[in-house]
């Protein structure tokens, strides 16, 4: 089989997000939040763990801590012990409290506007500065690559299998073939089709409106 050239990629990955597009149209963000602020601690709780699950503890999280300064004053343990049914939530309690005090001492208690200073938060990586960038501010510079975008561009083969357990090479990968208008959509967009369709455990190729353009089907 022919190796498949940048080109002929680049335009089925454009017609792949120009059908998810009449398929959802704009997606909002599956996180409830009120703020920048929130939206960054509601990201990092996030890793490894179900946006359904980081919105049943961020209600009392946020009554109890509604703002940096207040969750900069907050007790790890206490925080703990609001998110303790989510994942890894004594890291994530540590991180929220550590991020929070950085947000008030070195910016003012403003959420920073760039990715060089959000990954500086503590818990912060790429992903979550993307989110946050993207919802909060407008601001596109990358491609939150969490589980299910990771899943599908490698089903996809928009980025090589030595890729697979690196979002970040898979996020470069995307950023190369994609033209930058789509890369606002992609995250909502392709997370709604992973979790309808192209799921983790027994995808529903059957029934999946993009199997010509699949090679994954063929």
């Known amino acids: ?15 792949f997000c120009e059908r998810l597009d009449r398929r959802y149209g704009p997606v909002e963000c599956f996180l409830d939040y009120q703020s920048p602020f929130r939206l960054v601690i509601s990201v990092l709780l996030s890793a490894q763990t179900t946006d359904a699950q980081v919105n049943k503890v961020t209600p009392r999280l946020f009554e109890l801590w509604p703002t940096p300064e207040a969750m900069a004053g907050a007790s790890m343990a206490d925080v703990a012990e609001v998110i303790k049914s989510i994942g890894f939530y004594k ?8 991020a929070s005090q950085m947000i008030v001492a070195d910016f003012g208690g403003e959420v920073p506007h760039t990715m060089k200073e959000l990954t500086s ?9 993307n989110i946050v960038l993207n919802v ?33 090479k898979t996020e470069q990968d995307l950023l190369k073939i994609l033209p930058h208008e789509y890369w606002t959509n992609v995250n909502h967009q392709w997370i709604s089709f992973g979790r309808e369709i192209c799921t983790a455990r027994s995808p529903k190729c059957g029934e999946c409106p993009m199997t010509d353009i699949c090679p994954s089907v063929r």
Not at 2 to 8: D, G, I, M, Q, V
Not at 91 to 98: D, F, G, N
């Open 136 to 168: 909060s501010f407008g601001i596109v510079e990358g491609i939150a690559v969490d589980t299910h975008v990771n899943r599908i561009a490698h089903r996809l083969r928009l980025s090589p299998k030595t890729h697979e357990k690196e979002p970040l």
């Open 1 to 15: 089989m022919p190796r498949e050239t940048n080109a002929a990629k680049r335009e089925r990955a454009v017609e």
């Open 121 to 129: 938060l503590p818990g912060v990586g790429r992903k979550t500065a």
């Open 91 to 98: 890291t994530k309690a540590k991180h929220a409290v550590e």
